[in-house]
């Protein structure tokens, strides 16, 4: 599986912010995808993850602020992440991730680390400013 991620940039704090990532010719059917983000001199943390029946989780620290989707058309499938009331410390790389066989419940963003996933895409950076 190519993901390709699209929609970083430099975005005034307060601001919102929308990252995807495009996954052709995609034809898993239970699977998971997920964020990563990785803060300058930190390690990488899986923030916001999504199944394939639409079960979503997040990380506490981004609950209310951060918000998972997906859509999908033919052999397409598309991650979106919406990035509301961005902060200084949402300056990030965030990477989209896949990972085949995968449910959701709660807690499993908490809980999963960003080995678990096999497919990642190129990382697409979001840098906030004051």
């Known amino acids: 599986v190519q993901l390709v991620e699209s929609g970083g940039g430099s975005v005034q704090s307060g601001g919102s912010l929308k990252i995807s990532c495009a996954a052709s010719?995609?034809?898993?059917?239970?699977?998971?995808w997920g964020w990563i983000r990785q803060v300058p001199g930190k390690e990488r943390e899986v923030v916001a993850i999504?199944?394939?029946?639409?079960?979503?989780?997040?990380v506490d620290s981004v609950k209310g602020r951060f918000t998972i989707s997906q859509d999908s058309a033919k052999n397409t499938q598309t991650l979106h992440l919406v990035i509301n009331n961005l902060k200084d410390e949402d300056t990030a790389m965030f990477y989209c991730?896949?990972?085949?066989?995968?449910?959701?419940?709660?807690?499993?963003?908490?809980?999963?680390?960003?080995?678990?996933?096999?497919?990642w895409g190129q990382g697409t950076q979001v840098t906030v400013s004051s």
């Open positions: 010719q995609f034809t898993y059917r239970r699977y998971c």
């Open positions: 991730a896949f990972e085949d066989r995968c449910s959701v419940v709660d807690g499993t963003a908490s809980r999963s680390s960003p080995t678990a996933f096999s497919y």
């Open positions: 999504i199944d394939s029946s639409g079960r979503t989780d997040y």
